[in-house]
């Protein structure tokens, strides 16, 4: 009985073996796998490289467009404080006129150089009221009168300011 059971086993064995003989037979078609597989990775390799080429454009376009950008915001900062600037100016021009209009009705006498300051704020802030409240407006001060007191004045050494 060993020997019917060994003979058997042996003949397994011889199965198992040819059955192993027969995949690798078939396994010759190993190389095709692997060159089916070397194919689908230098695919891959390629896939990957043109994503990174694509990745490298899109980031070219995107430094481009963040320049471009950085630009156009400078430029409207340089233009906003160019602007502010000429608002500044325009103001400064606004009260140099105002101070000058009102300085030429001190010097008719219709404004007193007492009230120069609140002169100049309403010529400022609401130019026809100005207009209307002094434009017909009579001296209330001979001016005449007044430069005959600054001469007198300046004569006996004392300082006359008009404001």
């Given at each position: 009985?060993?020997?019917?059971?060994?003979?058997?086993?042996?003949?397994?064995?011889?199965?198992?073996?040819?059955?192993?003989?027969?995949?690798a037979n078939?396994?010759?078609?190993?190389?095709?796998?692997?060159?089916?597989?070397?194919?689908?990775?230098?695919?891959?390799?390629?896939?990957?490289?043109?994503?990174?080429?694509?990745?490298?454009?899109?980031?070219?376009?995107?430094?481009?467009?963040?320049?471009?950008?950085?630009?156009?915001?400078?430029?409207?900062?340089?233009?906003?404080?160019?602007?502010?600037?000429?608002?500044?100016?325009?103001?400064?021009?606004?009260?140099?006129?105002?101070?000058?209009t009102?300085?030429?009705?001190?010097r008719?006498?219709?404004?007193?150089?007492?009230?120069?300051?609140?002169?100049?704020?309403?010529?400022?802030?609401?130019?026809?009221?100005f207009?209307?409240?002094?434009?017909?407006?009579?001296?209330?001060?001979?001016?005449?009168?007044?430069?005959?007191?600054?001469?007198?004045?300046?004569?006996?050494?004392?300082?006359?300011?008009?404001?």
């Amino acid at each position: 009985m060993t020997e019917e059971k060994t003979k058997e086993q042996y003949e397994k064995e011889i199965a198992d073996l040819k059955q192993q003989l027969e995949d690798a037979n078939n396994d010759n078609n190993f190389d095709d796998l692997k060159t089916k597989y070397e194919n689908i990775i230098e695919e891959k390799n390629n896939e990957i490289t043109d994503l990174k080429t694509d990745l490298e454009e899109t980031r070219k376009k995107v430094d481009e467009t963040v320049d471009t950008l950085k630009d156009e915001v400078q430029q409207r900062l340089d233009a906003n404080e160019e602007y502010q600037r000429v608002l500044e100016t325009v103001k400064e021009l606004k009260v140099e006129q105002a101070e000058t209009t009102v300085d030429t009705y001190i010097r008719k006498g219709v404004i007193l150089p007492a009230q120069r300051e609140t002169a100049v704020k309403l010529c400022l802030n609401d130019n026809d009221t100005f207009t209307d409240l002094y434009k017909d407006a009579k001296p209330i001060v001979n001016v005449e009168e007044n430069k005959s007191q600054r001469i007198n004045s300046l004569a006996k050494g004392l300082t006359y300011f008009d404001e």
